[in-house]
């Protein structure tokens, strides 16, 4: 089995910053790719930003220049360091990883349970 924990979420006034914290175990053969997703009341899930292993990454138009994403490929985890934080940006962030586990030949998606992110006006 895979298990993905993410951490950081909270309470933050407008203009500032939070840090989320992924971390992917288990039965794991590769890591794809690891992303972030948020899903806020009434809203469809959209993505947010993703790391690819081999250092690529991507973001949604609504966060470039505010979020950063980062991987650390030795510990399986991902972070996403989000700043200038507006009040849209509530929402549950989901942490993603696209990987291949030591039972399936081929990637899967796998989710974390969610960590809230509240941002006050």
């Known amino acids: 089995q895979v298990q993905l924990v993410e951490s950081g979420g909270g309470l933050v006034q407008a203009g500032g910053s939070l840090r989320l914290s992924c971390a992917a175990s288990?039965?794991?053969?590769?890591?794809?790719?690891m992303a972030w997703y948020r899903q806020a009341p009434g809203k469809e899930r959209e993505r947010v930003a993703v790391?690819?292993?081999?250092?690529?990454?991507d973001y949604a138009a609504f966060v470039k220049g505010r979020f950063t994403i980062s991987g650390d490929n030795a510990k399986n985890t991902v972070y996403l360091q989000m700043n200038s934080l507006k009040p849209e940006d509530t929402a549950v962030y989901y942490c993603?990883?696209?990987?291949?586990?030591?039972?399936?030949?081929?990637?899967?998606?796998?989710w974390g349970k969610g960590t809230l992110v509240t941002v006050s006006s």
């Open positions: 993603n990883a696209y990987l291949v586990t030591l039972y399936e030949l081929r990637p899967l998606d796998y």
């Open positions: 790391f690819y292993t081999g250092g690529a990454t």
């Open positions: 288990g039965s794991i053969s590769s890591i794809n790719s």
